[in-house]
């Protein structure tokens, strides 16, 4: 058993970790890691212990191994999630399991996060850092909510309880005025919404916060059965539990959606409380209303936004592992390409895989762009060739009851937009779906047209921002069930949808206007019930000329310097080296970034060049490079990378390092970059 780090007494309460692995090595590394932060370190063994020691210790945060004799992990963590009193408590799994499938796991039993063995001690404690911040806030929040709810529960409680003695001393006898009229004045100016029924539900009795939030006029309302404020899509029950508590006498309180004059709804705080005579016969209801609908959206907002970075962050981790895993495809097709004929159809072969490859690398570009992690470049792109790509995309994923049709009324050179293509694909998509949700029951037709215009002052008025002039406009239009005028301005809000649970976050609209805005554009829909809907979407054209691209392959740049290529994969570390030494360098290759780093310093002027990986163990390619740059300042380094969110240029062009190899990349490209390098030309 490891001794426990005690904790001294402060003022400041220290966080306390529970680490769980069945290996006394493990426990050692973690408890070394965390010896010079301010936490109290607990360790458990095993499962059994782990939950008992959980349970009666209450531990800020909780470092779970997976494999362990007797429960595992998972079944740890179920047990602590299930349990009332440790259900609150992250558990941040630590397991040398790397499978997406394992990761997954781990996040639908309850764990926040997910560190794979060897761990980085800097990682390490940024995350428990971020998860104890993040616990800290929950446990602030919740006693803010529950302070709250006692204030306001008191405050409607002693309202009712006025409003009781009010209509009790004016049966009995005639209230002071002065008394009465305060206590008036009281009700009429309460923020919250407030009404009074009769024993049979009748309305006696608004206040103007009532009359404000739920748009009826006092005189409209007063003399109607509670029934016209019913949602009428709320459970029947729920009700029915309201009206057998008041009547028994009992104070209900809970959160209602009631339905305002004009059928639309707001949600509130409810507390409803039966007012009695001077002999306890209940003669009135009270019912006191605090509006909480903007507080609701907010809650939504925020559990959504926590779904979002959930995937952002899953995202980029999968982002690394799978382009190395295209490096590695593309790569070795490529190098079997270089040594087939051109005639042949094995190269022909070879060529499908390359495309497939750069298809599932924009995939996860989509991927990264859709979790907003990844800043795409601008650049003159033609629209048609996407229009045209997405549309048959529609055709192998869109039921047959949708017909689908494309009309390209432009020309080659006036199709050129500034922008990147994978937003731009981003937009069709999303309007695409939209469209074919909409004719998802009786089908229809979905039409994709594209037409350049000019734009004149006029039409450009009518956007914030928008500025008269050439513009390419892209019509996606269906024939589906429309979109009522009542949300048609909302639409384009985050979040918002009208589709049901689990078939859309409502961003996808929100989306599509957020990247046509940045590109200087607008988009507008009309659209009408059971007419269909269309959306014009316009683009600013460019005058400058798309790139002419070279071929999926292009002609290597040779070079005969010596290079040093460090990658923890050994399939991109073989890969590495067969291209380096086609283009004629001298390849020195590692899969220990300790070992280059060793290497490097007994031989510092024995390479031109270095490439490496960024994410490796030991030293990751950023540390690396610090200590050869310490070593050598003059020293030429090249990071490759699957995840471009890991260093930004800035604190690259800081440490030294001279370019960056987004994974996967084509021998073509890696001879550019080094040629470039080497020559001190900017990269």
Request: negative net charge; glycine residues 8%; proline residues 4%.
């Amino acid at each position: 058993m490891i001794p426990e780090q005690q904790a001294t007494k402060t003022d400041v309460r220290k966080p306390v970790i529970l680490t769980v692995d069945d290996d006394p090595n493990n426990l050692a590394v973690v408890r070394d890691s965390l010896a010079e932060c301010n936490y109290t370190i607990l360790v458990a063994e095993d499962g059994e212990s782990a939950l008992k020691r959980a349970n009666y210790a209450q531990p800020d945060l909780i470092l779970l191994d997976i494999m362990m004799p007797g429960i595992d992990g998972y079944e740890t963590c179920r047990r602590l999630k299930n349990n009332e009193g440790t259900k609150d408590i992250p558990v941040i799994f630590m397991t040398a399991l790397v499978e997406t499938g394992h990761k997954v796991k781990g996040l639908e039993v309850g764990a926040v996060d997910y560190i794979t063995k060897p761990f980085h001690r800097e990682e390490l404690l940024a995350r428990i850092s971020v998860h104890l911040h993040i616990k800290e806030l929950t446990n602030r929040l919740k006693e803010a909510k529950e302070s709250l709810e006692k204030r306001v529960e008191e405050r409607t409680a002693e309202l009712a309880c006025a409003i009781c003695d009010l209509q009790a001393e004016i049966r009995e006898r005639e209230l002071a005025e002065a008394e009465r009229g305060r206590l008036a004045t009281a009700i009429e100016q309460a923020a919250e919404a407030i009404f009074i029924t009769d024993d049979k539900w009748i309305i006696d009795y608004v206040n103007p916060a009532f009359e404000r939030l739920s748009n009826y006029d006092r005189d409209e309302i007063i003399g109607q059965h509670t029934r016209v404020l019913k949602n009428d899509n709320l459970d029947p029950s729920i009700y029915k539990q309201i009206i057998t508590a008041l009547t028994h006498g009992d104070v209900w309180s809970g959160r209602l959606t009631i339905k305002k004059k004009d059928g639309s709804h707001y949600n509130a705080e409810v507390t409803a409380s039966p007012i009695r005579d001077k002999d306890g016969n209940i003669i009135n209801y009270v019912s006191i209303h605090r509006d909480i609908t903007h507080e609701m959206k907010l809650e939504r907002e925020l559990r959504q936004a926590q779904k979002m970075e959930a995937i952002g962050t899953l995202a980029g981790g999968i982002a690394h592992d799978f382009n190395n895993i295209l490096m590695a495809l593309m790569g070795f097709a490529e190098m079997a390409m270089q040594k087939t004929p051109d005639e042949s159809p094995i190269s022909r072969d070879l060529e499908r895989v390359i495309e497939s490859g750069m298809r599932a690398t924009e995939l996860v570009q989509q991927i990264l762009t859709f979790s907003r992690q990844n800043e795409l470049e601008r650049k003159p792109v033609h629209l048609a060739p996407i229009v045209k790509e997405v549309l048959r995309l529609f055709r192998s994923s869109f039921p047959a009851t949708i017909e689908l049709r494309q009309v390209i009324d432009i020309t080659h050179q006036n199709d050129v937009v500034l922008a990147d293509s994978t937003q731009l694909h981003q937009v069709l998509m999303n309007l695409g779906i939209n469209a074919a949700h909409a004719m998802r029951l009786n089908g229809g037709i979905l039409n994709i047209s594209l037409s350049d215009i000019q734009m004149d002052e006029a039409f450009a008025s009518r956007y914030h921002g928008l500025k008269p002039g050439k513009f390419v406009k892209l019509t996606v239009s269906d024939t589906g069930q429309g979109i009522d005028s009542a949300i048609i301005e909302r639409i384009f809000d985050p979040y918002f949808t009208t589709k049901g649970i689990g078939e859309g976050t409502g961003m996808g609209l929100a989306v599509v206007q957020g990247i046509v805005t940045n590109l200087g554009g607008a988009i507008t829909v009309n659209s009408e019930p059971g007419q269909g809907t269309t959306f014009d979407v316009y683009i600013p054209r460019t005058e400058e000329e798309v790139a002419l691209g070279s071929g999926l392959i292009g002609q290597p740049i040779t070079g005969n310097e010596r290079v040093l290529f460090v990658d923890d994969e050994n399939a991109i570390t073989d890969l590495g080296g067969k291209m380096l030494r086609s283009l004629g360098y001298d390849v020195t290759l590692k899969t220990s970034s300790i070992e280059a780093l060793e290497t490097f310093r007994a031989r510092p002027y024995a390479f031109d060049l270095v490439i490496t990986d960024m994410t490796m163990p030991g030293l990751t390619g950023k540390e690396l490079a610090r200590n050869l740059l310490e070593i050598r300042p003059d020293i030429p380094i090249v990071i490759c990378t699957g995840f471009s969110e890991q260093i930004d240029g800035k604190e690259a062009r800081e440490i030294g390092i001279r370019d960056f190899l987004m994974k996967p990349y084509v021998i073509s490209k890696l001879g550019k970059s080094i040629r470039k390098v080497l020559s001190g030309m900017p990269v």
